[in-house]
T-cell receptor, first 115, second 113 residues
Framework: AQKVTQAQTEISVVEKEDVTLDCVYE???????LFWYKQPPSGELVFLIR??????QNEISGRYSWNFQKSTSSFNFTITASQVVDSAVYFC????????????FGGGTRVLVKP | EAQVTQNPRYLITVTGKKLTVTCSQN?????MSWYRQDPGLGLRQIYY???????DKGDVPEGYKVSRKEKRNFPLILESPSPNQTSLYFC????????????FGPGTRLTVL
């Protein structure tokens, strides 16, 4: 069974600080896909990244970066030089390739960026 | 504009009164899914559909029904709502299946009294 754990329920930082969100997953599949979504206070879910299990390269997109490590089953997300607009709940999610029908979410991490 | 729409966005109802939350996508996606979001639990899948007339249960299907008669629509039906179904509901769609990027609707906040 697939499982995603986001151990940090809430993180509070001051603007311009870096913040790293942890995501640990469990799966028996060798083919799987990992995602991050952002949920701002307005409530919608915004897609951030999709990564398959065969691509372990780290990715950077502006102030966002992702560190995928299969050896530790982790897919961590870092916001560099945080801004108030980064305040949101962030969800990590996993979909197994064999089943292909389900997206399992972690419990989410609330990030509060103070000015 | 490519989007997933849900209606209504907010609904307050009473126990036992049947209701339907509609979901529609204009991206010609094959896969559609319903999730509920509850504090501390993240999002949990209720039902999904791989294509027209093909639906299956997710993790928390009890008390819900769905149908997929047309590719673009995937309504969620609560035949006899109960207070434990008070939640934030999201519909999502993706090109082929759950491994593709899912695009979410704006959410429906349901309160069952």
């Amino acid at each position: 069974a697939q499982k995603v754990t986001q151990a940090q329920t809430e993180i509070s930082v001051v603007e311009k600080e870096d913040v790293t969100l942890d995501c640990v997953y469990e799966t028996r599949d060798t083919t799987y896909y990992l995602f991050w979504y952002k949920q701002p206070p307005s409530g919608e879910l915004v897609f951030l990244i999709r990564r398959n299990s065969f691509d372990e390269q780290n990715e950077i997109s502006g102030r966002y970066s992702w560190n995928f490590q299969k050896s530790t089953s982790s897919f961590n997300f870092t916001i560099t030089a945080s801004q108030v607009v980064d305040s949101a709940v962030y969800f990590c999610a996993l979909s197994e390739g064999a089943a292909g029908n389900k997206l399992t979410f972690g419990g989410g991490t609330r990030v509060l960026v103070k000015p | 504009e490519a989007q997933v729409t849900q209606n209504p966005r907010y609904l307050i109802t009473v126990t036992g009164k049947k209701l339907t939350v509609t979901c529609s996508q204009n991206m010609n996606h094959e896969y559609m899914s319903w999730y509920r979001q509850d504090p501390g639990l993240g999002l949990r899948q209720i039902y999904y559909s791989m294509n027209v007339e093909v639906t299956d249960k997710g993790d928390v299907p009890e008390g819900y029904k769905v149908s997929r008669k047309e590719k673009r629509n995937f309504p969620l039906i609560l035949e006899s709502p109960s207070p434990n179904q008070t939640s934030l509901y999201f519909c999502a769609s993706s090109y082929r299946d759950g491994t593709d990027t899912q695009y979410f609707g704006p959410g429906t906040r349901l309160t069952v009294l």
